[in-house]
Nanobody, 126 residues
Framework: QVRLVESGGGLVQPGGSLRLSCVAS???????????MGWFRQAPGKEREFVAG????????HYSNSAAGQFTISRDDAANTVYLQMNSLKPEDTAVYYC????????????????WGQGTQVTVSS
């Protein structure tokens, strides 16, 4: 069983930055032979969408078109933590942000992921 806990959300003005954290427990990153840690977001009335992901074996990084160049995903194996650095935030980035993990191949759809955190709210507003 894997447990994921996100933190770091909050209220930020347009143009500001936030760093989200996702701490995994129950299994360390090194125990995954394959798989991916992903960040998703869900705005009110919209479907949950992929934002960024990082592979657990090869350290490959993946970004949605909207996140590329604005967000950066990284991981700290010693802390069993994945981060999402979000810069130049816009009101349309307002959403609940979730981290999730899956085994196996890279995937970008929420239904492919096995374990989820509870989410952290990000609100971009002046």
């Amino acid at each position: 069983q894997v447990r994921l806990v996100e933190s770091g959300g909050g209220l930020v003005q347009p143009g500001g930055s936030l760093r989200l954290s996702c701490v995994a427990s129950g299994r360390t990153f090194n125990e995954f032979n394959e798989g991916m840690m992903g960040w998703f977001r869900q705005a009110p009335g919209k479907e949950r969408e992929f934002v960024a992901g990082i592979s657990l074996s090869g350290r490959f990084k993946h970004y949605s078109n909207s996140a590329a160049g604005q967000f950066t995903i990284s991981r700290d194996d010693a802390a069993n933590t994945v981060y999402l650095q979000m810069n130049s935030l816009k009101p349309e980035d307002t959403a609940v942000y979730y981290c999730a993990t899956k085994g196996g191949e890279v995937a970008y759809t929420a239904s492919s992921y096995d374990y989820w955190g509870q989410g952290t709210q990000v609100t971009v507003s002046s």
